[in-house]
């Protein structure tokens, strides 16, 4: 019934991108506003009929797309679940992404879902745990997946090492690619104040990366028994920051021009704002090429 | 106690019971902090899960929502949060067994028909996510089907047709919670009868009459066409108009196929 599109648009290389979010369809439908490539949230499509499948295959005659998941679950300690893998591959096949990726979280234990990106320590464990759940990910789609570095909000005890070497690791062992999230870098840097961005993307493997996300986030606070400490929430909600634009024209001096994608999840504001992200992102890229 | 190098499982037990029951804080042992740091921290990740949960059942049951308002609606949630977790990776069937909660909880909010109200909801948002079907109905050859086979004629119902009948006016309660109307619904003795299914690319919600209903109901379990006229007037003590019933089911792409079986 779904049948695959033909006459794709052709693979955006280091292009900067938007996530396709529902105030914005009909718009994208009807003008076809200038916009390099989209990024989908698998979870969104795999109902077993409905418009939105419609919809996303009308949009891909003109855009390239990106396939970004929030519910493999891939740091879990079980193994990760092929029936839900079974409809991304499914949803692969009608729709042809340029890129396949999820997080390096974890949201589901004795096959209860929480459906949320929940914290990993970094250990050998949790390395094991993740690569092998990479790598049954990959033969079963039979493709390069990028996994995405986490916003974190605690650290944990155990951990033998750190984020950097963590996923450091993970690419070398399983051939998967990162999404490097600029934003999430800063967010964790943050609130852990465990590491310095910048030597952050030192560490990281120059090779290992394939899509950059930028995002705003928002502050809050916590009290930790005698003060109020500053926390920041990746939220998804705001323009992005002056320091995470400083983090991404490093990223970009490092990794080379690398596609890059403007997210916004909540209070999404017009498509123009967005395109004004976009642009900024653009300039960056520019001045490094 | 530290937990050096428990395993990957204990840890992310701790850490999700922790998430849905906040007295539980095995998990604050795996953590750097003071107990009132590491209860912070862990209450952003709580917030994010339940939030999420509650968006989703929001826009599922938004009128019963907007019946029990909002505080009792977070009770609702919390307690479903717990008793059904969500057993997939998305969340497109996550609500489905909140009528059943509401059931259960008829002695506290003591609405008899907040049950039927959410069921509805339910079928509402499982009619926008049910199968697609390509309509293969032909209306020029069904036109020339001789009467004497009537006898063996069944049709194939839209995967998105639900049918659902309540001895409340859920219908009307719904209806009327949509549009804010402040008019006064009789709730005893008012059975109503319901279609749900998808008309391009939203999901609609019909009153039927007794007749309509039974003929769908027996339809969908593929009665054939004369014994589903049959059954109607029996049990209706009511001659329908069965050419009236198949414009209006084909018409509006509710059977979407037709076969005549010898």
Redesign the interface.
Known sequence: ?NKKITNLSPIPSGKVGIGLRSPHINQILTEKPKISWLEVHT??Y??????AI?TLQEIRKNYPISFH?????LG???KI?L??LK?LKNLIEIIDPFLVSDHIS???????????L????Y?S??LK?ISDNVSVMQDFLKREILVENPSA??????NEMDEADFINQLTRKTGCKLLLDVNNVFVSSQNNAQFNPKKYLQKIDKKSVKEIHLAGHSK?K????ENY?E?R?DTHDDLVCDEVWEIYQEAIKKFGVISTLIEWDQDIPDLKVLMSETKKAKDIILKNE | MSKKNQNLLALQRDFTSHLLDKKDLTIINSLPYSTQEALARLNIYRNNVTGNFESVLSSIFEVVKKIVGEKYFEKLVTEYIKTYPSTSGNLDYYGDSFPKLVKKKLKEHKLLYLEDVAKLELLYHQSYFAKDVKKNFDVEKFKKISPEKYMNLSFEIHPSCFLFSSKFPVFSIWKSNNENSKKKIKILDNVEYIMIDRVYNSSVITKLSEEEFLFLSLIKVKNKLYETYQKVCRKTKKEIDIGSFLNRFISNGVFVNFKITK
């Open positions: 019934m979870e969104n795999y109902a077993a009929g409905g418009p419609k998941c929030v519910g493999n679950s879990s300690s079980q679940d029936v839900h409809k974890w949201g589901a234990v004795d096959g209860k879902n929480f459906n949320d929940l914290p990993l320590p250990t464990k949790s745990a909000y605690l650290a944990f005890k155990d809050s916590i009290f930790d028994g400490k926390i929430i």
